[in-house]
């Protein structure tokens, strides 16, 4: 492992940026998202970003095409996704594991999303190792390892305080990552900035538990028997549908294609949408398979926790908490999965 010190981490990145963006969690007011980072933004280092960066890979808004008509002639024209390299940096283990998630999805055998392909190979990722979880985070449930890198092609290592051997005189008492490579990509950047690296050995900062645990033992047997229990209608009662939950959470990705049109021009869209909307499910004739809240809010949780495990083998949940630090009345995953585990899952009840 290399070492960076605080003092060379703004020159490094500031190196990165002179090659391609570097996109980074920065404060805007009280909110940290993801931005493209310049000099004199401050990175935040210590807690994960209240955004997920999931709109780098799937943009809230993105035009797929435009057309043009001439009596009845027209003319497609295709509209290719920004492919220039860049840098994502400072993204969290659970962020990450977000995206391996989302990949099965857009990038299957069966079908390739060829703007969201061209996003993944063109990012760079510099995942941030966590020692710290929030209250609300419960990864380690989820399989996620807050120290893994699974996906990254660079893995920065929060440092311990102290150091080991005869280089005691060399501490540095600002915050000091490791950096480790885990792809060529990554082993190249490396090298080009060898000179802000050293070989100071440090131990990574201790790693605190996660306080906060997602017990889901039982839930995977009884969802199939619940379909039309009479859960889902008690449990949405509070929710208020304002889809903050799917618009936070890392694994959403539903979308809605939407035409604008003007006299002989126009342009198709995709944008975000959320399960927890009347107007997710609406067909064109005016019939909504989903019509109230208790078929939306059980579609959410049916895909969280059976659906997308039927298909792909695990939870589309990567613990990271967002569900519990905002749903305005606390319905989060967490507490919804304990609800499921009290019923009694025999009981059909309509
Ligand atoms: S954030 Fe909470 S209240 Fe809002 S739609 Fe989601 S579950 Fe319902
Ligand atoms: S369901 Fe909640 S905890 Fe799980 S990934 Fe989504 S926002 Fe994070």
Request: glycine share 8%; aromatic share 8%; with cysteine.
């Amino acid at each position: 492992m290399k070492t960076i010190s605080s003092m060379l981490m703004t020159q490094f990145i500031e190196a990165l940026a002179k090659e391609m963006p570097v996109i980074a969690p920065v404060k805007n007011e009280e909110t940290v998202s993801f931005q493209p980072w310049s000099a004199g933004m401050e990175i935040e280092w210590q807690k994960n970003s209240l955004i997920p960066p999931k709109n780098l890979f799937l943009p809230q808004v993105e035009v797929l095409y435009k057309y043009q008509v001439s009596g009845v002639n027209g003319e497609i024209e295709e509209i290719d996704a920004d492919d220039s390299p860049r840098v994502l940096l400072g993204i969290r283990n659970c962020d990450l594991h977000s995206i391996l998630l989302l990949d099965k999805i857009f990038l299957t055998d069966d079908y390739i999303d060829s703007a969201y392909q061209s996003r993944r190979k063109n990012t760079v990722i510099i995942v941030l190792q966590c020692s710290q979880p929030l209250s609300t985070c419960f990864c380690t449930s989820l399989g996620v390892d807050p120290r893994g890198g699974e996906g990254a092609d660079l893995v920065l290592i929060e440092l311990d305080q102290g150091v080991r051997g005869s280089d005691k005189m060399m501490y540095d008492p600002g915050r000091d990552f490791g950096i480790e490579a885990r792809t060529p990509k990554g082993e190249e950047i490396l090298k080009k900035h060898e000179d802000f690296l050293s070989d100071l050995q440090k131990k990574p900062a201790p790693l605190e538990n996660c306080n906060l645990h997602l017990d889901e033992r039982g839930v995977k047997e009884k969802l199939p028997k619940m379909f039309d229990h009479s859960i889902w209608a008690d449990l949405s009662m509070r929710c208020l549908g304002c889809g903050v939950c799917t618009y936070l959470c890392p694994t959403c990705y539903c979308f809605d294609l939407q035409g604008k049109n003007v006299g002989e021009e126009g342009f198709k869209y995709r944008c975000w949408d959320s399960c927890m909307f009347s107007d997710y499910t609406m067909m064109a004739g005016g019939h909504n398979p989903r019509p109230t809240k208790r078929e939306r809010f059980r579609n959410r949780f049916l895909h969280k926790l059976s659906y997308y495990r039927e298909r792909y083998g695990e939870l589309l949940c990567t613990g990271c908490g967002r569900c519990l630090a905002k749903c305005p009345v606390h319905l989060d995953i967490t507490y919804v999965a304990e609800k499921i585990k009290e019923a009694k899952a025999d009981v059909r009840e309509g």
